[in-house]
């Protein structure tokens, strides 16, 4: 890598993102919205990028990955208007007779039915459905729903690293190095199956105490569709989109293509349905907070600072790939944990894309990087957006029942989310090590 040397730009432009996440992660000390911290953040970068000349407005619009932006924003406008069906309150009504009140099954079910649509929505709209229905079926069957809700945010976190879709970081990581769909999950798919299997068992011993209790409630009545012809037309819909998500390479479409045209098509399907009303439910607070971070980044890119960064990691990259693959796990799953696993996983990309462009082979390092702020986003509640959300609704069922217990607080959640994030860490530490050979080969790659 050609010598970089620091200029005021470059630091400046790091002084800026540095600012704009601490300002993002303590946003419950300062009290303003990451989403508006974000957007403070990219507009004064565009400012200091015009001033000392390494950014322009132009080249702000060019950084954000409109891919993820519209790929989020159509499944979440899909995962709307099948809400409206009823659908997912008779999954859940379903997932509770099932259970026959043995409270461990029921985690495990509601498990699976959030993994599995975490493996084809991403996990922060999976928990948007499931966290309200958990804490229907835990009030009627006279339980707390802590257990359940960290099970969701949880096994969500885990499984939604398996798929390019599954997990925001992913999205991210995928389109900016060009790893399909099946290629990511070749990879992701085995080594996430082990680490959620050790998640769920992890849960069964740290919350073995609430499990014990006895519930008292049962799932008798009947709950009906407020729309099954369209809820059905809704999950073919949803099947179409996962064939097309597997051959997206294949037909060249980019993922955001596939999931608009199902957002198209189920929108035609859902003849009486008010777009007006389906766009209300999708969250733009999240998309512009994306936005406005790809712009954030994109001019520290710009800068020439994260390339500086970078020549100071290829000679460890060199001298030894296996163990800063390791590494990288690690330092990400501990900085996600730390803060948003979404603001680092945007700051990394860029490094090891310098890092790339050396003409150093770095291919096991994006896996990490996917495992590491994954898994690492386990560890406190605000690691993952999904985490976040998952303790906003404990924290409005304790205040509308007066009960602070019910709410899921910093401590609650590292008693049972950080032991779970070391675990899945070793997990993925020992199936990288023997399997690194597979990791470290090239893939190939997507336009």
Known sequence: M????LDQ???VSGIVLV????LIFTETLHGYHRSKVAMAGAGVMLLVGQYYGFYSPDAAFEAIDWNVIFLLGSMMAIVSIMITTGGFERMAAQIGRFAKGRQFLLMAALGTAVTVLSLLLDNVTTVVIFGPLIVLIAQKMKVSPIPYLMAAALLSDTGG?????????????????GISFMTFFQHMGGIVLVAWLGTLFALKYLCKDELAIEPQGTFDEEIPYKDKS?????????GILVILFI??????????MVAGAGFVLICFLAKHVELDEVMKEVEMTLLLFFISLFIIVGGVEHSHFLAYLGQFIVDFVDRDLLLATIVLMWVAAIMSAAIDNIPFTAAMIPILLAIEATGTEIYPLWWALALGVGMGGNGTHIGSTANVYIVTVSERLAKREGNPELAITPLKWAKIGL????????ICTVIMYLFFGFYSSEFPRIN
């Not at 051959?247 to 955001?256: E, L, Y």
């Open 247 to 256: 051959s997206h390479d294949a037909i060249h479409w980019q993922p955001w």
């Open 19 to 22: 600012i704009s996440f601490i």
């Open 9 to 11: 730009g470059m630091l």
């Open 161 to 177: 690293v398996a798929t390019l879709v599954g997990d925001p970081p992913n999205l991210m990581i995928g389109s900016a190095v």
């Open 230 to 238: 369209l809820w059905n037309k809704s999950c073919l819909v949803l």
């Open 2 to 5: 050609e010598n970089i040397v």
């Open 419 to 426: 032991p779970v994030m070391i675990l899945t860490l070793i």
